[in-house]
């Protein structure tokens, strides 16, 4: 039987040396999609998510039981993303074509029976949401892409960002209502050209 | 919630991302994992709830001792050569238990780029065979390599680019260690470091857009270990 994220956590304090990485690699796969998205290129996700690995193998002693294991990792890591991104050493996205493990996320290569043009305007839209994602405040993108990305409910938002959901909430709603004004009119058929979201 | 609003969630949710961790990214991860293995484990809970007062205080008694440990070496350098390895490897460790302490305590508060004394006993196994005195016991120690942490790797790394763009620190003179890695890289200007306890090289990338990303190189390995997008100089 296989141990809970909890007894992994308690085994690593314990001193049990591949327990962190076990427990780590359970949950790598989601840690990652946040951290990308919330960094906005694949090796400053690296970066930040390192941080946040480190931090998390070396604080876990701090880890109260209060929230689930996996919310305790979000937080940790989000905080190293977030604190690498107000000391404003990350001022750019890279074009995610251009950037390594980035290929995959085109949508272009996924599926050879799709429609070319339907893929491409797909991978357009989703050029054009990401570079209105950057240009939001950092907290507001956080809570975006917790939320209405990774669909994670807003009260475990909350504990991850270690703020009240009222205020996730409003970050939240803040948030998409500035990227309707970079896309121009989402729930409509017309767009502004992707210059526009980029200014 | 409005029509905008839901538009704008479903093309948020279009665009997350379903693909796994890349494999360097998890190979660095678990290359970073194997590293925190080999230091002390997790800090107690109390560590975290100690005053930000007392761990200054922490840390410039561990300078101080740290320092104290320098100048012994340094007055006593040349008669403890040859007291065979029991008595240094002591004292790497004591430096060892003082980094450490340094590292733990660095989160946020900027960089401890140093120019090491002496490699920490970690470092020792991989770093030994490159910095131990050959056969003939010379006093004369290798100049120690500039360390780049994990934790403020880019604070560090910036520093050190800046070191040697300003003409204060040589360039590399182990180019083997790049040219291994990749064409693309082995032109670039680099600089020997020490990262994760292994001899590595910062590379400098090329300046782009007034940015310029810089790459740890650790010798032996056939790929980056780590990156960061700096301001040009």
């Known amino acids: 039987m296989s141990l809970s994220d909890e007894e992994l956590l308690r085994a690593h304090i314990a001193g049990d040396t591949e327990a962190f990485g076990a427990l780590f690699a359970r949950h790598r796969d989601r840690l990652w999609a946040v951290a990308l998205r919330t960094m906005g290129n694949p090796h400053d996700a690296a970066d930040g998510l ?89 907290e507001q993108r956080a809570a975006l892409v917790l939320v209405d990305m990774e669909g994670y409910p807003v009260s475990e938002v909350a504990l991850m960002l270690e703020v009240a959901e009222g205020t996730v909430k409003s970050r939240c709603s803040r948030g998409r209502a500035r990227l309707a004004q970079l896309l121009g009119n989402p729930a409509g058929d017309s767009a502004v050209p992707p210059e526009e979201v980029t200014r | ?26 190979a660095r991860l678990e290359d970073v994992l194997a ?13 975290s709830v100690t005053s930000l007062a007392a761990r200054r205080r922490r840390r410039a008694g561990a300078l101080l001792a ?43 508060e900027g960089s401890f780029l140093t120019d090491e004394p002496a490699p920490a006993a970690e470092d020792q196994t991989d770093a030994g065979a490159e910095s131990a005195p050959d056969d003939s016991g010379a006093a004369t120690a290798p100049t120690p390599l500039p360390r780049l942490t994990t934790r403020n790797f880019s604070v560090d790394a910036e520093a050190l680019r800046d070191e040697l763009v300003a003409g204060t620190r040589g360039l590399s003179t182990d180019r083997e260690c790049v040219t291994n890695l990749s064409r693309r890289l082995a032109d670039r200007p680099a600089l020997d470091v020490q990262y994760a306890g292994r001899r590595a090289a910062l590379v400098l990338g ?13 010798c032996g390995e056939g790929a980056t270990r780590r990156s960061a997008l700096l301001d040009a100089r």
């Open chain 2, 1 to 26: 919630m409005s029509d905008e609003e839901e538009a704008v969630r479903r093309m948020l949710a279009e665009a997350r991302v379903d693909e796994p961790m890349p494999d360097a990214v998890r």
């Open chain 2, 66 to 108: 740290a320092a104290a440990a320098v100048t012994v070496v340094g007055l006593a350098g040349p008669r403890l050569v040859g007291w065979g390895g029991g008595s240094i490897s002591a004292e790497s460790a004591d430096s060892a238990t003082a980094e450490d302490t340094l590292r733990d305590d660095s989160a946020g």
């Open chain 1, 50 to 138: 390192q941080d946040g690995l480190i931090a998390a193998y070396r604080r876990a002693g701090s880890f109260r039981g209060d929230a689930a294991v996996t919310t305790w990792l979000h937080r940790v890591v989000v905080n190293a993303c977030l604190d690498r991104l107000r000391a404003a050493k990350v001022r750019r996205t890279e074009p995610l074509d251009s950037a390594d493990g980035s290929a995959a996320q085109s949508g272009l290569t996924q599926n050879p029976d799709a429609d070319p043009e339907a893929a491409a305007v797909a991978q357009e839209q989703r050029r054009r949401v990401l570079a209105a994602l950057a240009t939001l405040p950092v």
């Open chain 2, 206 to 218: 090329k300046v782009t857009d007034g940015k310029q990303r810089v790459f740890v190189v650790v």
């Open chain 2, 35 to 47: 590293e925190l293995a080999t230091t002390p484990p997790v800090a107690p809970v109390s560590a």
